[in-house]
């Protein structure tokens, strides 16, 4: 075992024998090295990640305008939500043919063609069915009075959470005192939402006056049968008409609707606090998205599409020029916090021409508290002068992203909140390690996902929730370890109005200890909350007041804990971190090679081996020209505590069994190791003194096996380092002590994760759970 004197010196090359590489391995004088440092922990972000294909057509057929729904389906126990995509097949403005679609079990990763058309335009009902409202198929009455303001319309229902739907059957529009142009015009419904133990909303336009178009809510109260005008979102006139229309409840439960304009000038934007009665203002053009001086728009301008996550950011997509998405942080959509082109499919000579390229219809569904798949098409196909044509070809002009053909594209996109410590309640109740106690244990028949479970699996969908008929109920968390709490996420009510405290101890026979309580909370989804002080705790309980309203079914009095977040200070969960991407305030070492390869190998993964969460940090080394490795620096202190989970997913097979190795050190300065360890193929634990390699205890100390057959084993690691001495406990077990690598008595001011070598590879490990503290 000998020290690295690669690039990374916190870091050791543990190989004895040195295989032959396949190709020469990159002279330093090549190799450019730099350090790229992961997001603020303390902001929020929006992660893009690279355009995928969703579904490329057999023989290049049509698909476009993509569009995306999903429902929460499974158990508590067993939550999935597949995401069902859609797209049309037929050229615009051609002959019509049912949209096809897509269905994807792992988040919108991979998608496959599925049996049956796509019915994107659609809601949950307060029921639990899915409500579906057709475009095609409307149809004026007989000719009479209510000819001009009523259309017959197919409407269908899913009783599997969207994955099949009933025959349709016909409901009835009136858009009085609103006319149609004529008898072939039609109500074009663009988004769908069901009010919670309220009418179901409609956002959608007509014609109604020669070459004018206005945007509509209408209103049912007999889930999806009879439809009726609630208001006139804006008014078309021949100068300005209003089509498309995005809906959404935001987070503080006002109704806000986007609106496509015939000028392109902006997307406009209308809010009612009376989810839809009253108006607060006359719509108006979205500030941060507008034209600058040279008249390049910044944001797309058609088929507007909105989406609440779970954890109260509300996002935005819209298209032509391009496929953008924006967020409003605070979930409010009273300002938009940052924009950003998600795929982009254009006229490399002209950027702006909004004639060539992807069609910019776009969609976006959420699929975890912090993620979302956003959807788009590469190439508008439309008949032009009687022929059919293909947007990406019909002009000879050279496409940004090389595409075209028509397909359907896919982006995953982490939209995250402020703070890394969230602790993964779902992961580890799953796992047995959290239990989940109280009131709420039982299952509400017909809604497999409600029960205890129901209130962590990381949905704001009403029936994804703790409830309880009888009252205010009690909620209690039984964490796997002693956390340093620094912030509650809340939910309670959807819909409704409710009060809760949270209250924490530190073992079983303390009393409870109110931390902080809210009064009358409302909202559509989780509510953050920071209190005054941070809280040491093992144990935490939430005090459900009553619900103001009740789902149907559910006996009143009610309470209702719709999701909980715990996120603590001394904790990396890598749960609000962004998959495939450094994690945030850790910075990782990169290498570019001669050959213009760039090299990290540290990301955060979803492939977490059995960990009990949702994500891990992933540390794999295949280059033979690059050290992975990713430090954290917190504040300098004179003791530090430093412990994590590890499982090995790849030792490195050649050499001897001490040659392969995961690195980790205690810190001094930016990138110095104070201490240097290495846990090693054989399971041993090994400590670098300054000159050589020692061994830590006798014998083997933990199990180094790979194999996830009867589980993936994991091994708990903690180090407590003083500025001269160093103890290591494995698996709950004192190792033995280890003195400092660089024979100083600095402070200590981090931790640091690396493979074993830069001139070898075939390493994978995961982390997770990276506790610190000073003391």
């Known amino acids: 075992m000998r020290r690295s004197m690669g690039f990374s010196m916190l870091a050791g090359m543990l190989a004895l024998i040195v295989t032959p590489v396949v190709a020469p391995p990159v002279s330093a004088a090549a190799a450019t090295k730099t350090e790229i440092a992961g997001l603020s922990p303390t902001a929020p972000a929006l992660v893009l990640g690279a355009p995928g294909t969703a579904y490329d057509p057999p023989g290049d057929t049509p698909a476009w305008f993509a569009m995306t729904s999903a429902y929460d389906s499974g158990t508590a126990q067993n939550p999935t939500r597949p995401v069902r995509a859609g797209y049309l097949r037929h050229y615009d403005a051609g002959a019509r043919e049912e949209p096809g679609r897509l269905t994807s079990a792992n988040g919108g990763l991979t998608f496959s063609a599925s049996i049956g058309d796509s019915h994107e335009t659609a809601t949950r009902l307060d029921d639990g069915r899915v409500l579906h409202v057709a475009l095609a198929g409307q149809a004026p009455p007989a000719n009479g009075p209510a000819r001009p303001q009523q259309r017959s319309v197919p409407v269908s229902y899913s009783s599997d959470d969207g994955g099949t739907y009933g025959a349709p059957v016909s409901a009835q529009i009136d858009i009085a005192p609103q006319s149609f142009l004529n008898g072939t015009a039609n109500f074009i419904p663009t988004s769908l939402v069901q009010v919670p133990s309220g009418p179901v909303l409609m956002a959608g336009y007509a014609v109604t006056d020669l070459q004018t178009t206005t945007s509509m809510l209408l209103a049912s109260v007999d889930q999806g049968l009879t439809w009726n005008l609630r208001a006139t979102i804006a008014q078309g006139s021949s100068s300005h008409s209003f089509s498309e229309t995005g809906l959404v409840l935001a987070a503080n439960g006002d109704l806000v609707a986007v609106m496509r304009t015939s000028t392109y000038d902006n997307l406009w934007v209308r809010r009612s606090t009376t989810v839809g009665t009253t108006w607060t203002a006359a719509a108006a053009p979205i500030p941060e998205f507008a034209a600058d001086a040279n ?290 305030g850790y910075r990782a070492d990169h290498t570019l090679d001669d050959a213009g390869a760039g090299h990290i190998g540290v990301w955060v993964s979803q492939s977490t081996a059995g960990s009990g969460s949702s994500r891990a940090l992933r540390i794999a080394d295949g280059s033979t020209v690059h050290l992975p490795a990713v430090r954290r620096l917190d504040s300098a202190a004179g003791v530090k505590t430093v412990g994590f989970r590890f499982h090995p997913d790849q030792w490195r097979t050649t050499g001897e069994p001490e040659s392969s190795a995961m690195l980790f050190d205690v810190l001094t300065g930016t990138r110095q190791a104070a201490f240097h360890f290495a846990l090693t193929r054989e399971g041993t634990v090994r400590y670098y003194d300054g000159k050589v390699w020692r061994p830590l205890g006798t014998g083997q100390s933990f199990n180094p096996s790979a194999s996830c057959t009867g589980g993936c084993v994991w091994t708990d690691v903690e180090v407590r380092a003083t500025t001269t001495t160093a103890t290591i406990t494995v698996n709950g077990r004192l190792i033995g002590t280890a003195t400092r690598a660089d024979g100083a008595t600095s402070t200590l001011t981090g931790h640091s994760f690396s493979a074993s070598s830069t001139a070898d590879a075939d390493e994978n490990f995961l982390v997770d759970d990276v506790y610190t503290r000073n003391g």
């Open 295 to 584: 008249g390049n728009r910044p944001f797309g301008r058609i088929n507007p599409q909105l989406s609440l996550l779970p954890n109260g950011i509300l996002a935005l997509v819209a298209g032509r020029p391009q496929n953008f998405v924006a967020l409003s942080y605070d979930g409010t959509g009273r300002t938009w916090d940052v924009k950003r082109s998600f795929y982009d499919n254009h006229s490399v000579a002209a950027p702006q021409d909004l004639n060539d390229g992807t069609s910019g219809n776009a969609d976006l569904i959420w699929t975890e508290s912090n993620r979302a798949v956003l959807m788009a098409d590469s190439c508008h196909a439309l008949v032009y002068q009687g022929t059919n044509r293909n947007k990406c070809t019909w002009r000879g002009a050279t496409m940004s992203d090389g595409t075209t053909t028509f397909q359907i594209k896919r982006v995953l996109a982490d939209m995250l909140t402020a703070g890394v410590g969230k602790i993964d309640l779902a992961g580890k109740a799953a796992a047995g390690t959290v239990q989940l106690d109280g009131d709420y244990g039982t299952t509400i028949t017909g809604h497999p996902r409600t029960g205890s479970r129901g209130a962590v699996d990381g949905s704001n969908e009403m029936w994804s929730s703790a409830i309880r008929s009888g009252g205010a109920g009690v909620f209690d968390i039984s964490l796997d370890r002693t956390y340093t709490l620094s912030k509650v996420g809340l939910s309670l009510a959807i819909g409704g109005t409710a009060s809760a405290t949270v209250q924490t101890r530190l073992t079983a026979d303390e009393p409870w200890t109110d931390w902080y309580s809210v009064t009358n909370q409302s909202g559509y989804a989780l509510k953050y909350t920071t209190p005054a002080a941070s809280r040491q705790a093992r144990q935490v309980r939430v005090l459900v007041g009553e619900s103001s309203i009740c789902p149907p079914g559910v006996a009143a009095p009610c309470s209702q804990l719709n999701e909980i977040e715990l996120y603590a200070d001394d904790v990396d969960s890598f749960e609000n971190d962004p998959v495939n991407g450094i994690p945030r």
